[in-house]
C-alpha cells in the first residue's frame, strides 16, 4: 500500500511544472587575475596581433545576490576567447547544474535577425527641413542579403529612401548579450550574498619578451627587456593582477579554436525605389556603397619608463618591473600591481635590466663540403657578426631569459643606430647566448676550390679584414674526416676553424676533405 502511495506522489511530482528559475546578473568581476602562456606554435615567429595563439588562464572573484531556490546565473563580459569546458565555478551553496556559452553578441546583424517576421520602427529625417517621421514595419528578410521591410506602402529595402534612417526596437531580445557570457544553473536553499571565484582557459592572448640591447666600445652591452602582453579579443581586462609563463607546457594542437566572426549587417537597394513602384522586369539589383569602415585602434601608449641619454649610453630608469618566480620547470613573471590589458591592444611592463654584460664578437662564416667548384671564380662573400654571452653572473647576466627578439643598437655620437634584429630562444642560467644581427661589410671571406682528385678536394680559405683592430673569425667545417692546415677546435661538437685576423689584415686555410667511396 505504502509502495503505491509512493509511486502516485511521484507521478504527481513529475507531472507538476518545473519551479521558475530566477535570473541573476552578474555584470563585471570584483576582481580578476590573468596568467598567460605563449603560442605554443609560434616558434620564433612574432605573435599574430589579429588573433594571438596563445591563451591564459582567467580567474575571476564576483559577488552575487543568490535568491532561494533555483536561479541562473549570467557571467557577463568574460574573455572572447573563452573555452566553456575549461571553465570551474567555486563558492555557490550547491555547485553547478549545467554550463552555456552564451555565443550570440548584440549587434546590428543579431539585431535584424532576432526581429524577422516582427515590428519594429523606422524613423526617417528630411534633409531639407530635418522633420524627424516614424512609421511602423515588420522586418521580412535579413540581414545578409539586404533588409526588407514591409510598410503601409509596400516592400521596401532598408537604406535606399533616399532619406537619413535607421531601425528602433521595442527592446533587447533575452538571448542577445552586449557582451561575452557564460550561464549556468545552481541551487541554493536560502536568499544569500556568495562570493565565487570564476576560473578558465581563455584563447586569444599571447607573450613575448622584447629586448634591447645596446653595445659599448668596450665589448660590453646593456639589456633591457619588456614583458609584451597582446590580448586579441574584445574584452579588456582592468585592474588585472598580470602574470606570463615562460616555457613549453603541454598543450593539445587539436584543441585550438578559430575566433568567431562577427555577423555583417549587409544592405542592398531595388534599382528604383520601393518595389511597388519598380517595374516587372527591371534592372540589375544595385549593391550600396559599403559604409567607410572605422580607423584602427590607436597605438598602445609609450610604456611606462624614463629613458635618459648619458654620453654614449642610453640608461632606463623602469617604474615598475615583473618579478621572476620558479613554477616547477617553468618561470613565471608577475608583474608587481595591477594593470589593465585593453580589448585588442598590446600592454608592455618592464621585465629585465641588466648593465655593462660581458660579451664576445666573432665573425662566423659558413662551409658546405664539396660545393665549391674549382673550375669558377670565387667571390667574398660577408661574414656574420655573432655577439656571444655567457649567461652568468659572472658576465653581468645570470638570470633565466624568455624567447623574444632582440633589437641591437650601438651609439654614434649622441644618436642610437640600430644594427639589427635576432631571435632569441628560451635560454637558462650557465647557457650561451648568440646573437647574430646581421652581416659585416668590413670583415668577408672567400673559399677557393683548388684542383684534387677522385679521393680528395681541396680548398684555401681566406679572410680579410678591413677594420681598425683585430677580429676573431670561426668557420665550422661540418665533415668528420678533414685534414687543414691549422688546428681545429671543436665547438658544440663541430670541428671549426678558429683565427685572430690582424688589423687590416689578411688570414689564410688550406683544406683537404677526403672524399667518401
Same mark, same amino acid.
Given at each position: 500500500?505504502?509502495?503505491?502511495?509512493?509511486l502516485?506522489l511521484?507521478?504527481l511530482?513529475?507531472?507538476l511544472?518545473a519551479a521558475a528559475?530566477t535570473?541573476?546578473v552578474?555584470d563585471?568581476?570584483?576582481?580578476?587575475?590573468?596568467?598567460?602562456?605563449?603560442?605554443?606554435n609560434r616558434g620564433?615567429g612574432?605573435?599574430?596581433?589579429s588573433?594571438?595563439?596563445?591563451?591564459?588562464?582567467?580567474?575571476e572573484t564576483?559577488t552575487?545576490?543568490l535568491?532561494?531556490?533555483a536561479?541562473v546565473i549570467?557571467?557577463?563580459?568574460v574573455?572572447?576567447?573563452?573555452?566553456?569546458e575549461?571553465?570551474?565555478?567555486?563558492?555557490?551553496p550547491?555547485?553547478?547544474?549545467?554550463k552555456?556559452?552564451d555565443?550570440?553578441?548584440?549587434?546590428?546583424a543579431t539585431?535584424?535577425d532576432?526581429y524577422?517576421?516582427?515590428?519594429?520602427?523606422?524613423?526617417?529625417t528630411?534633409?531639407?527641413t530635418?522633420?524627424?517621421?516614424?512609421?511602423?514595419a515588420?522586418?521580412?528578410?535579413?540581414?545578409t542579403?539586404g533588409v526588407l521591410?514591409?510598410t503601409d506602402?509596400?516592400i521596401e529595402a532598408l537604406?535606399?529612401?533616399g532619406?537619413? @534612417?535607421?531601425?528602433?526596437? &521595442?527592446?533587447v531580445?533575452?538571448?542577445?548579450?552586449?557582451?561575452?557570457?557564460?550561464?549556468v544553473?545552481t541551487?541554493?536553499?536560502r536568499?544569500q550574498?556568495?562570493?565565487?571565484?570564476?576560473?578558465?582557459?581563455?584563447?586569444?592572448?599571447?607573450?613575448s619578451?622584447?629586448?634591447?640591447?645596446?653595445l659599448?666600445a668596450?665589448?660590453t652591452?646593456d639589456?633591457?627587456?619588456?614583458?609584451?602582453?597582446?590580448?586579441?579579443?574584445?574584452q579588456?581586462f582592468?585592474?588585472a593582477?598580470?602574470?606570463a609563463v615562460?616555457?613549453q607546457?603541454?598543450?593539445?594542437?587539436?584543441a585550438?579554436l578559430p575566433r568567431?566572426?562577427?555577423?555583417?549587417?549587409?544592405?542592398q537597394c531595388w534599382?528604383m525605389?520601393?518595389?511597388?513602384?519598380?517595374?516587372?522586369?527591371?534592372?540589375?539589383v544595385r549593391?550600396?556603397v559599403s559604409?567607410?569602415?572605422?580607423p584602427p &585602434?590607436p597605438a598602445? &601608449?609609450?610604456?611606462?619608463?624614463?629613458?635618459?641619454?648619458?654620453?654614449s649610453r642610453?640608461?632606463?630608469?623602469?617604474?615598475?618591473?615583473?618579478a621572476?618566480e620558479?613554477l616547477?620547470d617553468l618561470?613565471?613573471?608577475?608583474? &608587481?600591481?595591477p594593470?589593465?590589458v585593453?580589448?585588442r591592444?598590446?600592454?608592455?611592463v618592464?621585465l629585465?635590466h641588466? @648593465?655593462?654584460?660581458?660579451?664576445?664578437?666573432?665573425?662566423a662564416g659558413t662551409?658546405?663540403p664539396?660545393?665549391h667548384?674549382p673550375?669558377?671564380d670565387a667571390?667574398?662573400g660577408?661574414a @656574420?657578426?655573432?655577439?656571444?654571452v655567457e649567461?652568468?653572473i659572472?658576465?653581468g647576466?645570470g638570470?633565466?631569459?624568455?624567447a623574444?627578439?632582440v633589437?641591437?643598437f650601438a651609439?654614434?655620437?649622441?644618436?642610437p643606430?640600430?644594427?639589427?634584429e635576432?631571435a632569441? /630562444?628560451d635560454?637558462?642560467?650557465?647557457d650561451?647566448i @648568440?646573437?647574430r644581427p646581421?652581416?659585416?661589410?668590413e670583415v668577408r671571406y672567400?673559399i677557393?676550390?683548388k684542383p684534387?682528385?677522385?679521393r680528395?678536394?681541396?680548398y684555401?680559405?681566406?679572410v680579410t679584414n678591413?677594420?681598425?683592430?683585430p677580429?676573431?673569425?670561426?668557420?665550422?667545417?661540418?665533415y668528420?674526416?678533414a /685534414?687543414?692546415?691549422?688546428?681545429l677546435v671543436?665547438?658544440?661538437?663541430v670541428p671549426?676553424w678558429?683565427?685572430?685576423?690582424p688589423?687590416n689584415?689578411t688570414?689564410?686555410l688550406?683544406?683537404?676533405? /677526403?672524399?667518401?667511396?
Amino acid at each position: 500500500m505504502l509502495a503505491r502511495i509512493a509511486l502516485a506522489l511521484a507521478a504527481l511530482l513529475a507531472a507538476l511544472p518545473a519551479a521558475a528559475q530566477t535570473l541573476v546578473v552578474s555584470d563585471t568581476p570584483d576582481a580578476v587575475a590573468v596568467t598567460v602562456y605563449r603560442d605554443p606554435n609560434r616558434g620564433e615567429g612574432a605573435i599574430r596581433r589579429s588573433w594571438p595563439g596563445g591563451y591564459a588562464l582567467v580567474t575571476e572573484t564576483r559577488t552575487l545576490q543568490l535568491p532561494a531556490g533555483a536561479s541562473v546565473i549570467r557571467f557577463v563580459g568574460v574573455s572572447e576567447g573563452m573555452m566553456p569546458e575549461t571553465a570551474i565555478v567555486t563558492g555557490l551553496p550547491r555547485g553547478v547544474g549545467e554550463k552555456n556559452r552564451d555565443a550570440r553578441l548584440l549587434g546590428p546583424a543579431t539585431l535584424v535577425d532576432a526581429y524577422l517576421k516582427r515590428r519594429v520602427t523606422v524613423r526617417r529625417t528630411d534633409r531639407a527641413t530635418g522633420k524627424v517621421s516614424e512609421s511602423e514595419a515588420v522586418i521580412q528578410a535579413g540581414p545578409t542579403g539586404g533588409v526588407l521591410l514591409t510598410t503601409d506602402e509596400g516592400i521596401e529595402a532598408l537604406g535606399c529612401s533616399g532619406l537619413p @534612417e535607421k531601425l528602433a526596437y &521595442p527592446g533587447v531580445p533575452a538571448d542577445l548579450a552586449a557582451r561575452p557570457t557564460l550561464s549556468v544553473t545552481t541551487d541554493s536553499p536560502r536568499a544569500q550574498t556568495v562570493t565565487v571565484q570564476l576560473s578558465y582557459l581563455a584563447q586569444g592572448l599571447d607573450w613575448s619578451a622584447t629586448y634591447v640591447a645596446q653595445l659599448g666600445a668596450d665589448d660590453t652591452l646593456d639589456l633591457f627587456g619588456w614583458m609584451t602582453v597582446v590580448n586579441g579579443g574584445s574584452q579588456a581586462f582592468a585592474e588585472a593582477r598580470t602574470s606570463a609563463v615562460a616555457g613549453q607546457p603541454n598543450k593539445e594542437k587539436a584543441a585550438r579554436l578559430p575566433r568567431a566572426a562577427a555577423a555583417a549587417l549587409r544592405l542592398q537597394c531595388w534599382p528604383m525605389g520601393r518595389t511597388s513602384d519598380a517595374p516587372a522586369k527591371g534592372g540589375e539589383v544595385r549593391q550600396m556603397v559599403s559604409p567607410v569602415p572605422p580607423p584602427p &585602434p590607436p597605438a598602445p &601608449p609609450a610604456p611606462s619608463v624614463d629613458i635618459v641619454v648619458t654620453g654614449s649610453r642610453v640608461a632606463f630608469a623602469p617604474v615598475m618591473m615583473a618579478a621572476q618566480e620558479d613554477l616547477g620547470d617553468l618561470k613565471l613573471y608577475r608583474i &608587481p600591481e595591477p594593470v589593465s590589458v585593453a580589448a585588442r591592444a598590446t600592454k608592455q611592463v618592464a621585465l629585465l635590466h641588466r @648593465e655593462r654584460v660581458q660579451m664576445a664578437r666573432i665573425y662566423a662564416g659558413t662551409f658546405q663540403p664539396f660545393a665549391h667548384d674549382p673550375d669558377r671564380d670565387a667571390e667574398s662573400g660577408p661574414a @656574420e657578426i655573432v655577439l656571444r654571452v655567457e649567461n652568468r653572473i659572472e658576465a653581468g647576466l645570470g638570470l633565466p631569459l624568455p624567447a623574444g627578439s632582440v633589437a641591437l643598437f650601438a651609439a654614434r655620437g649622441e644618436q642610437p643606430v640600430l644594427l639589427g634584429e635576432s631571435a632569441l /630562444k628560451d635560454r637558462a642560467i650557465g647557457d650561451e647566448i @648568440e646573437l647574430r644581427p646581421g652581416d659585416s661589410s668590413e670583415v668577408r671571406y672567400t673559399i677557393v676550390g683548388k684542383p684534387g682528385s677522385k679521393r680528395r678536394a681541396n680548398y684555401r680559405v681566406e679572410v680579410t679584414n678591413a677594420l681598425a683592430n683585430p677580429v676573431t673569425f670561426e668557420l665550422p667545417i661540418p665533415y668528420r674526416d678533414a /685534414k687543414a692546415g691549422a688546428p681545429l677546435v671543436s665547438y658544440k661538437g663541430v670541428p671549426t676553424w678558429r683565427v685572430t685576423v690582424p688589423a687590416n689584415g689578411t688570414a689564410s686555410l688550406d683544406l683537404t676533405l /677526403k672524399r667518401e667511396r
